[in-house]
């Protein structure tokens, strides 16, 4: 007893040595935290106290874009040396460490380590705090939390959704610059995961440790970064986003192969496409943050919207290309008809000379005995067909010859004018063998002549050139175009934005066999 009066602790052999025993584990306690201990002090007097650092990833529950930040669960162990707390001197080996509660770390110095960029860390209670501290003989510290730290993260969304992203922790000693503590990592594997961290959208790519020393303006602190590289689970944007991208603009190629006057079909088919799209996209963007740079997604999304687009630009080409070659078709039909007009008109009010009307009595005159009613013979195979073979040559077709769309048209005219001519005769002869049937022409033999003299009876064969560009022809030309060039775009952007994930895959991977 009196021994325990004068602070003296009491001999124990190794043979009588009980871990168990409860008297000599609350001396120990009493012995380390006396009243000569301080907790506000230092433990060492002479330098820095070196802390090591262990960091031991649990899980990864969710990673946001839209708060540009990672939740995780973790371990996060210190460990420094405290000669104050040694206890060997006291029980020999018979009690390797003593393991505490967590409202013991109150009474002991701590190094104030924390992460300094985090948003929200939180000690889990389940149901008490979950915080081990254990003490060993020669006064080694290992304090160890059971945290849960929302982290940020630093998104670059350019690559979206082919994107990699690098979440950063930042360790330092709040209250102690470099003077006072020194972090470290442990020298043997400080940073690991337990199980394999699996998330919807990313996959845990690689973890990569450091340590740097940042400048305050009270002096310099300990730096210890872990950095998580995500790359994200392009998958469910396959899926949900380009997939259905496809059969859209797909979709809106099938309006080439619809007749040019189906044209609400046309449109129809075009439009919807285009609301399906945006109506797509507009999913995807909501889950997105509101960057001001272009993201992949959004690249593809302006060219293939601009495929639809486009698509709808030709039906509108077709529809005024067909429009304005109905208008010329119309427009030639009225000047037909106002011709044969011209012609019927002029050839009723034919004048005849003196010589031609004493001609044509004297032709009358030699007929006059013919038993049947007159017949008229027309040049053509009808009345209207007589009147075009007959028609002369008003202005407006004159004006019309000096174009070169009438070339063809005239050259026909004046061999159709000869044939017509020797036709006319054949008839003439004809009807004239034939005995008491006489057939007179509609015309005088004189009056005919005079008015084939004068441009009458070519028959006007209309050989107009086909323009250039129809709707048909533009069909034809995007049929084959619009498919080519959306095949080519996709080849285009997979190669180019596939490459670049790798490369940012491939620099996470470098970094983490450099430590």
């Known amino acids: 007893m009196e021994s325990q009066k004068l602070n003296v602790p009491p001999v124990y052999n190794a043979n009588e040595c009980d871990p168990s025993n409860d008297t000599l584990f609350q001396f120990i306690l009493d012995s380390i935290f006396n009243e000569h201990y301080n907790r506000n002090t230092l433990p060492s007097k002479h330098g820095p106290t070196s802390v090591a650092i262990e960091f031991v990833i649990q899980s990864i529950s969710q990673v946001s874009e839209i708060t540009s930040s990672f939740t995780m669960d973790l371990l996060f162990s210190q460990i420094w040396y405290d000669h104050r707390l040694r206890f060997d001197h006291i029980s020999g080996d018979c009690i390797p460490n003593l393991t505490l509660s967590h409202s013991s770390i109150d009474r002991l110095w701590t190094p104030e380590v924390s992460f300094v960029n985090s948003k929200k860390t939180e000690v889990h209670i389940s149901p008490s705090p979950n915080i081990f501290l254990m003490i060993y003989p020669n006064g080694t510290v290992w304090v160890n939390y059971r945290l849960q730290v929302l982290g940020p993260c630093d998104m670059n969304l350019e690559l979206f959704p082919l994107d990699v992203q690098v979440c950063e922790l930042v360790i330092e000693s709040y209250a102690y610059n470099t003077a006072k503590v020194a972090l470290n990592w442990r020298d043997w ?35 210890l970064t872990v950095s998580l590289t995500f790359s994200r689970a392009y998958g469910f944007y396959i899926l949900q986003l380009y997939m259905p991208t496809y059969a859209s603009t797909c979709l809106s190629f ?43 997604a959004d690249v593809y999304f302006t060219i ?46 034919f004048p005849k000379s003196s010589t031609m009307s ?69 008839d003439r ?43 048909e022809r533009l069909d034809n030309i995007c049929r084959k175009l619009f498919p080519a060039a959306f095949v080519l775009f996709n080849i285009t952007y997979w190669i180019y934005y596939l490459s670049l994930n790798h490369y940012a895959k491939e620099k996470a991977l470098n970094a983490l066999n450099s430590q």
């Open 189 to 223: 594997n400080p940073v690991f995961s337990i199980s394999k961290s699996k998330l919807a959208d990313f996959t845990l790519y690689g973890i990569h440790w450091a340590k740097n020393r940042f400048e305050y303006a009270a002096g310099q602190w300990d730096q």
């Open 254 to 296: 099938i309006s080439f192969w619809i007749d040019f006057k189906s044209l609400p079909a046309r449109i129809t088919l075009g439009v919807s496409s285009l609301m399906t799209l945006s109506f797509q996209y507009g999913n995807i963007a909501k889950s997105l943050p509101k960057v001001g740079y272009v993201k992949s």
């Open 304 to 349: 293939v919207t601009s495929f639809i687009f486009m698509s709808l630009i030709e039906v509108a080409i077709v529809c005024y290309l067909e429009s304005k070659h109905a208008k010329r078709k119309r427009k030639r039909e009225r000047e037909r008809k106002m011709r044969s007009f011209e012609s019927m008109k002029r050839l009723r009010n």
């Open 358 to 426: 004493e001609m044509s009595s004297r032709y009358r005159n030699n007929h006059r005995f013919s038993t049947a009613a007159p017949k008229r013979t027309v040049i053509g195979e009808n009345e209207y067909e007589t009147a075009r073979l007959l028609h002369p040559q008003d202005s407006v077709y004159l004006e019309e010859q000096s174009s070169p769309e009438r070339v063809g048209r005239f050259s026909l005219r004046k061999q159709s004018i000869v044939a017509n001519l020797g036709s006319f005769f054949r």
């Open 429 to 471: 002869r004809k009807s004239m063998a034939v005995g008491g049937n006489h057939q007179h022409c509609m015309m005088d033999p004189l009056q005919a002549l005079a008015a084939l003299s004068f441009g009458f009876g070519g028959a006007e064969i209309d050989l107009e050139v086909p323009p250039r560009w129809t709707g």
